[in-house]
């Protein structure tokens, strides 16, 4: 009788509170955090803290790591065959040169924020409580489901390594299911699982394990670049229909694909809060991960288009069969087996970011505060990360790469979008280390950069004129030049001046402001428009679908916490009021720009 009339109090409770949804809305949408709060209130809800043991070479081993085995592997020789032809390395090299301006971005915001947040915690301190939600939401469908695709990789890959040259062959066929959704991947899940199990462990550990996996990784790479150098030939680049068969459109659309490779950086972000020194050692980590990682995809895409011309190219496990073709028997054994070793090290840093965006959400109570806890004796967020590899686990026994890849591109550049628009506004009209500029100022030249860009965008995607391109091209370059001589003008100087006592760390900053962001606010809008229209439908089902789990459940949970922290400060001041002064300074205040 106790259970059924809790039971109908909770109803009751729950019913009201989504009466009061409106005026809730209203109050914590936009509501923000200081990056002071950020890092001390709301890290102190999860118990205990990340144990502070990773250096800059962990965490270029991490981002390396977290790439590396995701790009070349699972995406190169599809984007080769039907999107960029020989010219896939082209491919790279400007997903690249997004990645980069994305990476520099989030540099200055993990240095500034060093909490295991990401994406999240950037956004939320700039735009609100909403958007922060959003990108965060968004991070974990990309690192859940490309995890899923990368472990399914793996079992193909492997298959090559024993000999096998069916990448089906250890994948059980269930008739009666749908196509794409019928293949069941047992070691892909028995995987996944294995590798929970290791990150429930320790971060260092862990850590350790990723950077000597990568070292054999680097090494493997080398071999597979100097063996297709070797036994390829330069007029593959070229034939049967020229570096470029489906033209400059092509290379292009190769590029919002592979972008797909480059999502393993904001992992190193994420460890900002186990990071030693985090002013140093992030912008070394972030920065020369995402550089060298390009450097040899661009290598790797080379060698396997000299091994063969783009039309022979297989779609799955594309380097194992290349060598398979050439007559390289041995070879194909030895790729699958690098092949599945590089996979592993990816899916272990993916998965240790995935973990700590949710804990950092369940901070934030947004999902249950379940979710937030950090093992006391581990250091590491025991409960994310085995709710997350259970999902990751399930996904990855059914479901094909083809289904989400573009799905999981969108979403990165969707929340690399958000990340370059919430670091200039950020800079100019929020930090106190500048003289700021107005705030209308820079949402007017936000949204004039992202129209100008999307009209680009869009020209470019329905072949319209030339004069369109040039146009909206030379509006971006007007508008972005501008703004930055408007600012200069309003604060008599082009100069950030920071104020720092001799116990602060310096802090590291984007050069060329707002450049930088600009060109990445451009690159992933122009990206995004070259995915398909059925990414785009995908997408919004899924953001209509957060979007509703917000209204129902975030929001109230989030109020009721800040009213039971503002309600717990009261009391503590009311009884003791000597404490009151010392208690108001450290509550948790709530925003609002």
């Given at each position: 009788m106790s259970n059924i009339n809790n039971m109908t109090i909770m109803l009751s409770n729950y019913f009201y509170s989504l009466s009061q949804t409106p005026q809730r809305l209203r109050k914590r949408v936009l509501a923000t955090w200081t990056p002071e709060q950020e890092s001390n209130q709301v890290r102190q809800r999860s118990g205990a803290d990340m144990k502070r043991k990773l250096n800059w070479y962990d965490l270029i081993a991490l981002g390396v790591g977290g790439m590396l085995g995701v790009g070349v592997f699972v995406t190169t020789g599809s984007v080769a065959l039907h999107h960029?032809?020989?010219?896939?390395?082209?491919?790279?090299?400007?997903?690249?040169?997004?990645?980069?301006?994305?990476?520099?971005?989030?540099?200055?915001?993990?240095?500034?924020?060093?909490?295991?947040?990401?994406?999240?915690?950037?956004?939320?301190?700039t735009f609100g409580e909403f958007m922060g939600y959003f990108a965060g939401a968004n991070i974990l469908m990309e690192y859940v489901f490309s995890n899923a695709a990368v472990a399914r990789s793996f079992t193909e890959y492997l298959s090559f390594a024993f000999g096998q040259n069916d990448p089906n062959v250890w994948r059980v066929e269930v008739h009666g299911m749908p196509k794409n959704y019928n293949m069941l991947d047992f070691p892909a899940v028995a995987l996944i699982l294995l590798l929970?199990?290791?990150?429930?462990?320790?971060?260092?550990?862990?850590?350790?394990?990723?950077?000597?996996?990568?070292?054999f990784h680097v090494i493997f790479f080398g071999f597979i670049i100097v063996a297709g150098y070797y036994i390829g030939s330069t007029k593959n680049l070229v034939s049967p229909k020229g570096i470029a068969p489906f033209g400059v459109r092509g290379v292009l659309d190769g590029a919002a694909i592979v972008y797909?490779?480059?999502?393993?950086?904001?992992?190193?972000?994420?460890?900002?809060?186990?990071?030693k020194h985090p002013y140093k050692n992030l912008p070394i980590g972030i920065v020369g991960s995402v550089l060298i990682t390009t450097l040899l995809y661009c290598l790797m895409a080379l060698s396997l288009c000299m091994m063969l011309p783009y039309n022979k190219i297989s779609d799955n496990a594309s380097y194992s069969i290349a060598f398979l073709k050439i007559g390289w028997n041995w070879a194909s054994n030895i790729v699958g087996a690098g092949a599945s070793?590089?996979?592993?090290?990816?899916?272990?840093?993916?998965?240790?970011g995935q973990a700590r965006y949710l804990c950092v959400i369940g901070r934030a109570r947004l999902v249950p505060s379940w979710?937030?806890?950090?093992?006391?004796?581990?250091?590491?967020?025991?409960?994310?990360?085995?709710?997350?590899g259970l999902c990751t686990a399930s996904i990855a026994l059914f479901t094909e790469l083809d289904i989400i890849i573009e799905l999981v591109s969108i979403g990165t550049l969707m929340v690399f979008y958000l990340v370059a628009n919430a670091l200039i506004y950020r800079r100019y009209s929020i930090t106190q280390n500048t003289h700021n500029a107005p705030p209308l100022y820079t949402l007017l030249f936000l949204f004039l950069l992202s129209l100008s860009s999307l009209c680009f965008s869009l020209s470019w995607k329905f072949n319209q004129q030339w004069w369109g391109l040039l146009l909206f091209g030379a509006l971006f370059i007007t508008i972005t030049a501008f703004f930055q001589l408007v600012v200069?003008?309003?604060?008599?100087?082009?100069?950030?001046?920071?104020?720092?006592?001799?116990?602060?760390?310096?802090?590291?900053?984007?050069?060329?402001?707002?450049?930088?962001?600009?060109?990445?606010?451009?690159?992933?809008?122009?990206?995004?428009?070259?995915?398909?229209?059925?990414?785009?439908?995908?997408?919004?089902?899924?953001?209509?679908?957060?979007?509703?789990?917000?209204?129902?459940?975030?929001?109230?949970?989030?109020?009721?916490?800040?009213?039971?922290?503002?309600?717990?400060?009261v009391n503590n001041n009311n009884n003791n009021p000597s404490s009151a002064e010392s208690n108001l300074q450290a509550k948790v205040e709530i925003q609002v720009h």
């Open positions: 960029s032809g020989p010219s896939v390395f082209i491919s790279y090299i400007i997903a690249g040169i997004s990645a980069l301006l994305s990476s520099l971005c989030y540099t200055e915001f993990a240095v500034q924020v060093p909490v295991a947040g990401g994406a999240f915690s950037y956004l939320r301190l929970t199990l290791c990150l429930c462990h320790s971060t260092k550990e862990s850590s350790i394990l990723n950077l000597i996996m990568t070292i797909f490779s480059y999502i393993g950086y904001d992992s190193a972000s994420t460890m900002a809060e186990e990071v070793l590089g996979i592993v090290a990816s899916l272990l840093v993916a998965m240790l979710l937030a806890k950090v093992h006391p004796s581990t250091g590491t967020p025991l409960n994310a990360t085995l709710f997350l200069v003008m309003h604060n008599n100087s082009n100069k950030v001046v920071i104020t720092l006592t001799q116990q602060d760390p310096p802090h590291w900053l984007v050069p060329f402001m707002p450049w930088p962001p600009a060109l990445s606010i451009f690159l992933n809008v122009f990206l995004m428009t070259t995915l398909k229209l059925l990414s785009f439908q995908r997408f919004a089902i899924w953001s209509c679908f957060i979007t509703l789990f917000y209204v129902l459940y975030g929001v109230h949970s989030t109020y009721q916490a800040e009213e039971i922290e503002m309600m717990t400060i």
